[in-house]
């Protein structure tokens, strides 16, 4: 991490003349240079990317310029837990599509007021409510300007129908907590004409620390294509602030493609493969892989035409 890394994000492909790039890692509140491609290409932006959850990249064409072709690779980490096993002696496997997609919602705090304000509804922002970036000497992004509550408002909004919401956010408290303290959250699907509880934080008498985190999960009854999330911050008459939050909406996918699913494995040494292929709009498909009585587990391919 701490050195130069290649492999992680590579991007091939031709340009018609000369086309700027820019990358961004926070879901497009700010965007960082990434050179020039011209003509045939092949541009690494690994140490750009490295250590994120993702990433967009644009391609910033002119006139006398366009792009002809265009493909990208990325290596990422995944836990052991999640890679599926294959069992000796055949394995049952069930595929299943659910579709859905997350979208999430993670102001980054580092920028100015200015940078984050697709994500936020600052109308909705209550008077007493201050934003500051954050920084090695700045612990709060929000802060109160006295002792009553404030409220700050995010908007989560998916490209297809809004299923669920999940949040969080970390706030500041003393220590001990003082008697009174309510930090919660709120969701609108109404454009904050009626809110609905989300969360409220339990704060422990015996608390030690400085903060403490509010956090919920609640599904989207009506059709919705978007949601406002309020967190709502009051320290018991004192002043407070939140230092991050972190929202996601699980929203509605088209019908799944055609693909095919390839199991890789070995047996004594030698390489086996097992094939299936799975129709359009298939939402789930059982089937067995004819593995042996020793085997090795080698790869697992999901191929979309």
Not at 11 to 36: C, F, H, M, R, Y
Not at 112 to 138: C, F, H
């Amino acid at each position: 991490m701490t050195k130069p890394a290649t492999g992680g994000l590579v991007v091939t492909g031709k340009t018609t003349g000369p086309v700027a790039l820019a990358i961004s890692t926070n879901a497009g509140q700010s965007w960082q240079d990434a050179g020039t491609i011209d003509g045939a290409f092949e541009k690494d932006l690994t140490d750009l990317a490295k250590g994120r959850y993702g990433w967009q990249l644009r391609f910033i064409l002119t006139e006398s310029a366009g792009l002809d072709a265009v493909t990208f690779t990325t290596v990422c980490q995944m836990s052991q837990a999640i890679y599926p096993r294959l069992k000796p002696g055949g394995s049952r496997v069930t595929y299943r599509s659910a579709t859905r997609a997350v979208v999430p919602v993670v102001p980054d705090f580092g920028l100015s007021e200015q940078q984050i304000a697709g994500v936020e509804a600052k109308d909705l922002r209550s008077a007493n409510l201050k934003y500051t970036p954050r920084s090695a000497k700045q612990r709060l992004a929000y802060t109160t300007t006295n002792n009553k509550p404030g409220q700050v408002v995010f908007n989560v909004a998916p490209p297809g129908e809004l299923l669920e919401i999940s949040a969080a956010a970390r706030f500041q408290v003393r220590v001990p907590p003082p008697q009174g303290c309510d930090f919660r959250m709120e969701v609108s699907v109404d454009g904050g004409k009626s809110w609905q509880p989300l969360a409220k934080a339990e704060l422990p008498a015996d608390n030690e620390y400085s903060s403490g985190w509010v956090y919920g999960r609640a599904p989207i009854k009506a059709p919705a294509k978007s949601a406002l999330i309020r967190i709502n911050l009051f320290a018991g008459g004192f002043t407070t602030g939140l230092i991050a939050t972190e929202l996601y909406g699980v929203h509605r996918t088209p019908p799944p493609h055609p693909c095919k699913v390839t199991y890789a494995w070995k047996e004594a040494g030698q390489g086996k493969t097992h094939d299936r292929t799975i129709a359009a709009g298939a939402n789930e498909q059982a089937f067995t892989v004819p593995t042996g009585a020793a085997i090795v587990d080698d790869f697992i391919r999901i191929a979309v035409p």
